[in-house]
């Protein structure tokens, strides 16, 4: 080896190490964030979840897959599921289904449209707490504006809160509310990337509005649907904002974010229970989303 | 996405006018109705005093308005102080993760070492985690280091930010090469190129990334919620949340329209006048 | 070498998993010991803190008496708003058992004292008690005893009540009506002279609050009960569906209804003719009705009439957390707190049971006759069944039992018989090993 090319060497080391300096100095903070607060919490509920354990006693037992048991398999646990499940489905169908019709009315090329389209979108930004309290009032049995609204075509409005189907239903509108114009936004870019004289073409062969839509605008369609259910299904089973503020115990409105909150810091503080929770929401939710990747990364190649 | 004379007038042709009206103009403005009316209802009920909100006949307008409600909710919840808090929580931590965000995208991008493109599925793994779940042991090691009911017990385990990396990260790649060797040739340091060449050219998407964070920030409920317990400390959804505790009568639905008012309302403006940036920064994910 | 440091880094991070505000392991969840604190040479702190939800709207009465103490002791108090109710003082209360800072007095109900004490975060109280000389042969034994387990006492009675029965005296005018029902039977004899004479709203309003504690009284009423100490049969036995029987039947016949939320409410804007609820809501419902307010003992039932009334309300506990010198403060401001004139000015202001015999309410009770109701049902008062008050999470789920009974179309055996079954497991799971 000559001076010149071991000089090179030491160089390139010299580098190197400055550059693994470097980045330390810029990434690392962040880096240990989020391994403290987002990795470590993983490991620390899978331990957690083995122990029968009340929140801020000094001592608790081991019982090891007790409290995942219990949750698969006691009633109440699968209420939990019952309610994660409808809730989830019901608000991810219902916002993609009216945000879709809304991107179709809105793709017209109709004047004040992009207000209408701002109008639209802005509930997903406000506070969910904000929004609850406002439902709460409208919903109210006995001077919400909606039983006003019913007793003039002579109905007695239905007692939302008290009962658990219908506590459920009224927080399921009030997320479709809430999310709909996301998805019709996002509809809105994919419906506009479909080049327009695939349609007009479609057209002149003879289709119908209907055939066009099912035949062409859909299949198009399909990469921001696969998108839009994915993040839905994603947001709904993170959804606690609007199920705390307007059914605060939880009664026929327990999805399993709602539980774990109400498991450890609501009055049953059994901590361990709520780990086993938090492992299975992880575990749920990291499972669909890379399904998704897998799915989006295979449907890249093929298109 | 302007509006010009021509289409205006193709959607009014003879031809297109009931397609207009019914699939277009009809539900638009329902679905407007739909949308709007709750928000306008909300601070129209929360200048109503007790007797009109109890009433049993219905009235739009408020026959005698009053501010009474927000004074209500000033009472009930120290509102300056929580207001304040909000304001300090949401734009120290917003700027502490931008920060961080463009510090951790330039290293991923800008300084070679192996392993950063592993280093960096690992950050993108930290997305895929739902708060909630990290929820009860952030609790108990924030509780065990003394931040419970602290400002930057609130802070604190929201600041790793996955989000915000990603998506800078992914502005960056986009910068030409060239303009970082020429820096590099003129002897500029890492900083000073972050600071001086990548951050002004990628104004924009910084703004966006600043701007979906306030907003989230603004919003936090979950986390504020478990970690505060004395009002003073509190957060202003949580602070809310206290007084939906607390006024638990019929008539005292006015004082919670006040407080939904007053949560709501700054993201509201900011929305309006900022739309453009906020909207493209929430659904920057759907173009991936 | 490579295997090595892969076990090393496990270790590592089971460790620091482990370290991180985590509890020790024990075998059977055993009883957290409550070290013997030694007081001698201790002097009170200057400064502690009380945590309180306020019950019965007493919040300027608090901070009167605080101020009170701080001038006669120079120790300052911080009033806590730490739950806008019970529950979620007790919630907060136990979350904060994980960091450092706890509130030094907090108040506790009659279900959140036990569970307290079994996880060790409240003190007994006889020593440090005496050590401040403080009176407790004063206070009313029932309520005093209602702390009492294992030969010490965990808690002095602070806002304590009964339910009593309140009705709208105007309304029961018109049906010629004078007095409250002596039974529950007499009650839907009552529902039926409101209704002809023409009174339009519901008779009586069952709330969504509490429902373990008010139901009781229509339990014992039928013979039955919520548990025989820790036995739960108690819960699925005749007498308890009888008992909710009849008061789903007084809802499905249209005499009774059930609302969202506190049923005074209701009452106080003339929504419903009467309400079971506590003494300590008297003042408030006196200051907002705007009709003449009547109340009356608890109705008996065919197999009891006598002891039929549940004690409830709170008392205050000092936190084991706190250091010796602020638990001698605290003991010393919960005395204050409850002497004689206190009890009675916290009474005067709330309708509270005044909680020590011999308290000056002559004055009051002449102008307002009602505050005495609550005293003089005492006599009339049993023991609350252990699953409520002893089991972490009864009073939850009996409530909720309940409230599906009311509202629903379960079927009353079933929902006893799951009850029951639920009761069992929480005994079983929490209690049983940590008592022996």
């Given at each position: 080896m000559t001076t010149a090319s071991a000089e090179l060497q030491q160089a390139r080391r010299i580098k190197r190490s400055r550059n693994y300096f470097l980045f330390i100095l810029f990434a690392g903070p962040n880096i240990a964030l989020i391994l403290a607060y987002v990795y470590y919490p993983l490991l620390a509920n899978v331990y957690f979840s083995t122990l029968n354990w009340r929140l801020g006693a000094r001592t608790a037992s081991f019982v090891g897959l007790d409290n995942y048991r219990e949750f698969f398999t006691s009633g109440s646990g699968r209420e939990v599921w019952h309610v994660t499940v409808v809730f989830t489905?019901?608000?991810?169908?219902?916002?993609?289904?009216?945000g879709l019709l809304m991107a179709l009315v809105l793709n017209r090329k109709l004047p004040g449209r992009t207000a209408a389209r701002t109008a639209l979108f802005s509930p997903y930004v406000l506070s969910g707490v904000g929004i609850g309290l406002v439902w709460t009032f409208i919903f109210d049995p006995s001077t919400g504006i909606l039983a006003h609204v019913l007793g003039w075509f002579g109905a007695r409005s239905p007692e939302w809160f008290l009962d658990k189907n219908l506590a459920l239903v009224m927080v399921i509108l009030v997320y479709i509310w809430k999310n709909l114009g996301y998805c019709a936004v996002i509809y809105l870019a994919g419906l506009q990337s479909i080049p327009q004289d695939l349609m007009e073409a479609a057209a002149i062969d003879g289709a119908g509005p209907l055939r066009r839509f099912f035949s062409i605008t859909l299949p198009l369609l399909s990469p921001t649907v696969f998108f839009l259910s994915i993040a839905m299904v994603l947001s709904s089973m993170q959804a606690f904002d609007i199920l705390r503020i307007m059914t605060p115990n939880g009664y026929g409105t327990n999805s399993i974010v709602f539980e774990i909150y109400l498991q450890s810091f609501g009055s049953y503080q059994r901590a361990g229970y709520a780990a086993a929770l938090s492992v299975v929401l992880f575990l749920v939710l990291f499972a669909i989303t890379a399904l998704q990747m897998r799915f989006v990364e295979r449907r890249v190649h093929y298109s | 996405m302007s509006e010009t004379g021509a289409d205006w007038r193709q959607a009014f042709t003879r031809r297109n006018i009931m397609a207009t009206l019914f699939a277009g103009y009809l539900p638009m403005i329902a679905a407007l109705l739909v949308i709007a009316l709750p928000l306008v209802w909300m601070v129209i009920a929360s200048f109503k005093p007790v007797s009109e909100i109890l009433t049993t006949d219905l009235n739009f307008?408020?026959?005698?308005?009053?501010?009474?409600?927000?004074?209500?909710?000033?009472?009930?919840?120290?509102?300056?102080?929580?207001?304040?808090?909000?304001?300090?929580?949401?734009?120290?931590?917003?700027?502490?993760?931008?920060?961080?965000?463009?510090?951790?995208?330039?290293?991923l991008v800008f300084i070679k070492i192996p392993f950063r493109n592993v280093i960096f599925l690992g950050i993108l793994v930290a997305l895929m985690v739902p708060p909630e779940a990290a929820m009860l042991p952030n609790f108990l090691s924030i509780s065990a280091i003394g931040g419970r009911d602290t400002?930057?017990?609130?802070?604190?385990?929201?600041?790793?930010?996955?989000?915000?990396?990603?998506?800078?990260?992914?502005?960056?790649?986009?910068?030409?090469?060239?303009?970082?060797?020429?820096?590099?040739?003129?002897?500029?340091?890492?900083?000073?190129?972050?600071?001086?060449?990548?951050?002004?050219?990628?104004?924009?998407?910084?703004?966006?990334?600043?701007?979906?964070?306030?907003?989230?920030?603004?919003?936090?409920?979950?986390?504020?919620?478990?970690?505060?317990?004395?009002?003073?400390?509190?957060?202003?959804?949580?602070?809310?949340?206290l007084l939906r505790s607390i006024e638990t009568e019929t008539g005292s639905y006015g004082v919670l329209m006040a407080g939904a008012v007053i949560v709501i309302l700054p993201v509201l403006i900011v929305f309006a006048v900022l739309q453009r940036y906020i909207v493209a920064g929430l659904t920057q994910g759907a173009v991936k | 070498m490579r295997r090595l440091r892969l076990v090393l880094a496990v270790v590592m991070v089971s460790a620091t998993v482990m370290a991180c505000g985590g509890p020790t392991i024990t075998g059977s969840g055993a009883l957290a010991s409550g070290v013997e604190v030694d007081y001698t040479g201790v002097q009170p702190a200057t400064e502690i803190s009380f945590w309180s939800n306020h019950p019965g709207g007493s919040i300027d009465t608090e901070k009167a008496i605080i101020a009170d103490f701080t001038r006669q002791t120079g120790i300052r108090v911080t009033l806590v708003t730490a739950g806008a109710n019970y529950d979620e003082v007790a919630q907060k209360f136990q979350a904060a058992q994980t960091s450092r800072s706890v509130g030094d007095v907090v108040v506790v109900s009659d279900v959140n004292w036990f569970p307290a004490f079994l996880n060790g975060s409240i003190v007994p109280l006889e020593p440090v008690l005496a050590n401040r000389g403080v009176d407790t042969n004063g206070y009313s034994t029932v309520l005093y005893n209602d702390y009492l387990y294992g030969g010490k006492h965990y808690a002095v009675p602070y806002a304590?009540?009964?339910?009593?029965?309140?009705?709208?005296?105007?309304?029961?005018?018109?049906?010629?009506?004078?007095?409250?029902?002596?039974?529950?039977?007499?009650?839907?004899?009552?529902?039926?002279?409101?209704?002809?004479s023409g009174v339009g709203v519901p008779s009586f309003g069952f709330g969504d609050q509490y429902l373990?504690?008010?139901?009781?009284?229509?339990?014992?009423?039928?013979?039955?009960?919520?548990?025989?100490?820790?036995?739960?049969?108690?819960?699925?036995?005749?007498?308890?569906?009888?008992?909710?029987?009849?008061?789903?039947?007084?809802?499905?016949?249209?005499?009774?209804?059930?609302?969202?939320?506190?049923?005074?409410?209701?009452?106080?804007?003339?929504?419903?003719?009467?309400?079971?609820?506590?003494?300590?809501?008297?003042?408030?419902?006196?200051?907002?009705?705007?009709?003449d307010v009547g109340v009356g003992f608890l109705p008996g039932g065919p197999a009891n009439q006598d002891k039929v009334v549940p004690t409830g309300g709170a008392g205050l506990a000092i936190s084991s957390k706190s250091s010796p010198d602020k638990q001698l403060a605290a003991a010393m401001f919960i005395g204050f707190l409850t002497n004689l004139e206190n009890t009675a000015k916290f009474s005067t202001a709330t309708g509270y049971l005044p909680v020590r015999s011999g308290a000056e309410m002559s004055a009051v009770y002449a102008t307002t006759p009602q505050f005495r109701t609550a005293v003089d049902q005492l006599t009339r008062v049993r023991n609350q069944d252990?699953?409520?008050?002893?089991?972490?999470?009864?009073?939850?789920?009996?409530?909720?039992?309940?409230?599906?009974?009311?509202?629903?179309?379960v079927g009353v055996s079933d929902a006893l018989d799951s009850l029951r079954d639920k009761l069992e497991k929480f005994y079983r799971r929490d209690v049983e090993s940590r008592l022996n």
């Open positions: 489905v019901a608000t991810v169908v219902g916002s993609m289904v009216f | 307008w408020p026959k005698d308005p009053t501010t009474a409600n927000y004074a209500a909710v000033a009472n009930r919840v120290p509102l300056g102080r929580v207001f304040l808090n909000s304001v300090a929580v949401t734009f120290i931590g917003a700027a502490i993760k931008v920060f961080l965000a463009l510090t951790t995208a330039y290293a400002m930057w017990g609130i802070i604190l385990p929201g600041l790793g930010t996955a989000f915000g990396t990603f998506m800078l990260r992914q502005q960056f790649k986009t910068l030409p090469t060239e303009l970082m060797e020429a820096a590099e040739l003129d002897g500029a340091g890492h900083w000073k190129r972050l600071w001086h060449i990548v951050v002004p050219v990628s104004t924009p998407t910084i703004a966006t990334v600043a701007l979906v964070i306030i907003v989230n920030e603004w919003n936090n409920f979950l986390w504020p919620l478990v970690i505060i317990d004395s009002p003073e400390k509190m957060t202003l959804p949580v602070g809310l949340n | 304590r009540s009964t339910p009593i029965f309140y009705y709208n005296r105007d309304n029961y005018r018109r049906a010629g009506l004078n007095r409250a029902p002596a039974t529950w039977e007499e009650a839907r004899e009552f529902a039926r002279r409101l209704k002809a373990a504690w008010m139901m009781s009284n229509i339990v014992w009423s039928f013979g039955g009960a919520w548990s025989d100490k820790w036995n739960m049969d108690a819960a699925a036995s005749p007498g308890t569906r009888d008992g909710l029987n009849f008061a789903r039947s007084l809802v499905r016949d249209g005499w009774a209804t059930v609302t969202s939320g506190d049923p005074t409410r209701p009452f106080a804007a003339g929504a419903v003719s009467a309400v079971i609820a506590s003494t300590g809501s008297l003042r408030g419902i006196l200051d907002s009705a705007k009709f252990y699953a409520r008050v002893f089991l972490p999470g009864g009073d939850r789920v009996i409530s909720a039992t309940a409230q599906s009974i009311l509202t629903t179309q």
